[in-house]
């Protein structure tokens, strides 16, 4: 066998390969919720390897200002699974750099599922919906993860030599724990006072917004209807991994369709806001149980 | 965006949302004469305000030295490199000057997809609040200081500024908030960070061209100088200026040009004496806070700094020994806690009072000298100068 023939075979061979592992990954162009019994909260579940993909090419969001300028991250991976009553999306996209800590001039990764908040035919606009449109979000934070994970709530985090003679809080007057020494601590982060925890410890990394438009983002009501998203994040030296988990969008049924969007937030490029690569609508489509699909 | 009117820069420009003055606006005057950057204003904001977690390295009242001070690190300089063409134009109206900008202002020039021209400073531009501390401009040769020629050209030059939030009547914080979360208080003009609605995006950080507005990395949120005004509220003035040991300040609240009023303790200094002017009013945001310019500095670098009044401004203060209703007026200064948003002058004492006429304080335009004798007839006892 010459030197030309078995260049051929082994190039025919890793053509072979190739394709091959690219048959598992079936790109879908819509998203598809598979039925499963469960919801993989971890990234890494291999149950999200037997689903379909969207690769939804991400746009600059230039319409509103402050925009984003220069495009960054190209793409979202999407798959989703649903179990009847929640639907988890798995959102993965390219990222070299970590950035989870927050601080001044520095900003986070993040990533967002924006759904309407009514099943019609008429949508409203992708970009954060508009009044009497309202959409519903739910927000990943790198940081709100690395909180999650276990890193401290402290200033030590962001600046390890950072010496500070003292806070009023810690007065020895003041005992530690006592309903006055946390009145002394919110006294000086009205934020914290106010219930807006933006960084700090936390529970979990995602919360739930609506909106009405641009500018209009608030904190999805907390009583009956609300979403009680979940998730995690994982980085890996590619990029971010993230499962973003929330109730089915109301009136979704097995074998429904809606619009689902995404946005992503590179942090190491300045992204904060409206600042942002997003998607337009993508159609959802909720898979029917295999026999109800033979229907 | 919307045409307003600023009346700083003698025309219309452009801002984010229409005009919509409050029904009072809360200014100040600052005589940066009097300044000695003792920073006991700083400190009095400091441990008012900026004590708790993530609050380290805010100064929301701060003292540079200029022309070498900075906080954050050239803030200044960094917008004004942005800025192009900072021309006033000058016209003579009925033996009036009237000065027009000519130039941009950062609403004017923000670039595509900016609501204002800005940049936003680092952690690592906050590290240095006292760089260039009384440093001087140009180089100080071995006996300069005993040279006439050089002293009276004042070859050497510094001088403090200090300065808060100006509670802009055209905030380019609130106009670059994507999400509406600050706002400006009809009832005193007071500009403020609504706390419950930040979301940290920092976009405020970047629009500020005074860079008074911090991002907490402990709360998320971003913060800035409130006017004490709780203490406002109360008539009281804020901390920085009750504390003020060289009594450079007084807060109170201005009028527009048209409507100013000469028992106004604001509206005299500023519209009808026009001896106190704003912190680069070129960059059209109508600043509030309205110093007395330093009167040894080269008139090129206060005219960027305060505009083309800064040559009348500085005339007329230096005849205010023989001016006795600026004398006494600038003698009302830190003389007493309280706001005091009416003034009169009787003979050779002046008045601060309230609103509706009633006195705060009157003190004399001239402090009594008493001389002491050097040998206490009392105490039969020679006296000493010793401390």
């Not at chain 1, 429904?256 to 609508?281: D, L, P, Y």
């Not at chain 2, 203490?231 to 609240?253: D, S, T, V």
Request: hydrophobic share 35%; proline share 7%.
């Amino acid at each position: 066998m010459n030197n030309t023939i078995r260049f051929f075979i082994a190039l025919a061979l890793f053509s072979l390969t190739v394709s091959g592992c690219r048959s598992a990954v079936a790109t879908t162009t819509e998203v598809v919720a598979v039925q499963s019994s469960t919801v993989p909260v971890a990234p890494t579940d291999a149950a999200w390897d037997e689903v379909p993909e969207h690769p939804a090419r991400l746009l600059l969001q230039d319409l509103v200002e402050p925009r984003l300028m220069q495009a960054s991250t190209a793409e979202v991976r999407v798959r989703a699974i649903t179990n009847g009553s929640e639907v988890g999306f798995r959102l993965e996209w390219d990222d070299k750099s970590k950035n989870d800590l927050p601080g001044p001039a520095r900003f986070l990764d993040a990533c967002a599922v924006q759904v309407p908040v009514k099943l019609e035919s008429n949508v409203p606009d992708p970009q954060m919906g508009g009044e009497g449109k309202t959409v519903e979000i739910t927000y990943w934070r790198a940081d709100w993860q690395a909180s999650v994970d276990g890193r401290p709530d402290s200033l030590k985090e962001m600046y390890p030599n950072a010496s500070v003679d003292g806070y009023p809080f810690e007065a020895q007057s003041l005992e530690k724990g006592s309903a006055a020494q946390q009145e002394m601590a919110t006294r000086y982060a009205p934020a914290r006072a106010l219930g807006n925890r933006r960084t700090g410890l936390r529970e979990t990394p995602v919360e739930d917004l609506i909106a009405d438009g641009p500018g209009s983002l608030s904190p999805a009501p907390t009583a009956n209807g609300a979403a009680g998203s979940k998730g995690k994040g994982v980085k890996s030296d590619k990029g971010w991994s993230v499962v973003i988990t929330r109730k089915l969008p109301n009136g979704l049924t097995p074998g429904g369709r809606t619009q689902v969007a995404f946005a992503v937030w590179e942090g190491g490029h300045n992204e904060t806001g409206s600042r942002k690569m997003r998607t337009g609508w993508v159609p959802l489509l909720m898979k029917p149980m295999k026999g109800a699909e033979a229907k | 965006m919307a045409r307003v009117h600023n009346w700083q820069l003698g025309r219309e420009m452009s801002y984010w949302y229409p005009e919509s003055r409050p029904n009072k606006q809360f200014a100040a005057v600052f005589d940066t004469n009097k300044c000695i950057a003792c920073q006991t204003c700083t400190l009095a904001c400091k441990t008012t305000w900026t004590s708790g977690l993530g609050q380290e390295y805010m100064l929301w009242n701060n003292v540079e030295t200029k022309p070498y001070g900075f906080y954050p690190l050239a803030w200044d300089l960094k917008l004004l490199e942005m800025l192009d063409g900072q021309k006033w134009s000058e016209q003579e109206y009925e033996g009036q000057k009237l000065h027009t900008y000519e130039g941009q202002t950062i609403f004017e020039s923000a670039p595509a997809g900016e609501r204002v021209l800005g940049w936003r400073p680092e952690d690592i531009d906050y590290a240095y609040p006292n760089v260039g501390e009384d440093d001087c401009a140009g180089q100080v040769d071995g006996g300069a200081s005993f040279s006439l020629q050089h002293m009276a050209q004042h070859m050497a030059w510094f001088y403090y500024l200090a300065r808060i939030c100006n509670h802009c009547t055209y905030p380019a914080c609130l106009a670059s908030c994507p999400r509406g979360s600050i706002y400006k208080r009809p009832e005193d003009g007071i500009v403020l960070v609504d706390q419950g609605r930040c979301r940290g995006y920092q976009e405020c950080v970047k629009g500020c061209p005074y860079k008074k507005v911090f991002y907490n990395a402990m709360t998320g949120t971003s913060e800035k100088c409130i006017a004490c005004f709780p203490k406002i509220e109360q008539g009281i003035q804020p901390q920085c200026f009750e504390n003020c040991i060289g009594k450079i300040r007084l807060a109170g609240f201005i009028n527009t040009p048209d409507k100013a009023q000469a028992d106004n303790p604001i509206d005299y200094l500023v519209h009808i004496r026009k001896v106190a002017l704003p912190l680069f009013p070129q960059l059209g945001l109508e600043p509030n806070v309205y110093y007395i310019p330093p009167i040894h500095v080269p008139h090129s670098f206060t005219k960027q700094m305060f505009g083309p009044g800064v040559d009348d401004a500085v005339k007329t203060y230096r005849n205010a020994p023989n001016d006795p209703d600026l004398q006494g007026l600038l003698a009302l200064f830190g003389s007493s806690e309280q706001m005091m948003t009416r003034w009169r002058r009787q003979g050779e004492f002046v008045s601060g009072m309230r609103d509706d006429g009633s006195e705060v304080v009157r003190v004399p335009i001239k402090e009594p000298v008493h001389v002491r004798q050097p040998y206490d007839r009392l105490y039969q006892i020679t006296r000493t100068n010793c401390p």
